[in-house]
């Protein structure tokens, strides 16, 4: 790889602005992945009910192994529980 030579003092300035740039992207799309999983709204979690249980959450990606399901068509709303000791409580609607 070949790198131009940089001779103005208002280039420099602008590859100095562009590495910044490119680092705070890098450090903004890494910490990204570590926030919730929302299913349209709902935070999702490993373990969790919907209507089936949640495999897996990894980045903005989950999983839900749903069994046998009859009848769901797109725009159906589901209930998402959080199992809370021996019971679960609702956590959220998606």
Known sequence: ??????????AISMLRLSLFVALLMA????SASA??????GA????????VGTVR???GRSVAI???YVDGVTSGHRFR???RVGRDYRISGVA
């Open 65 to 67: 192994d749903m069994g």
């Open 27 to 30: 450090t903004l799309t890494s």
């Open 56 to 58: 897996f959450v990894e």
């Open 80 to 82: 998402v529980y959080r």
């Open 1 to 10: 790889m070949v790198l131009p030579v940089i001779s103005s003092p208002g």
């Open 35 to 40: 926030r919730d999983v929302h299913l349209y």
């Open 43 to 50: 935070p999702v979690r490993q373990g969790d009910f919907v």
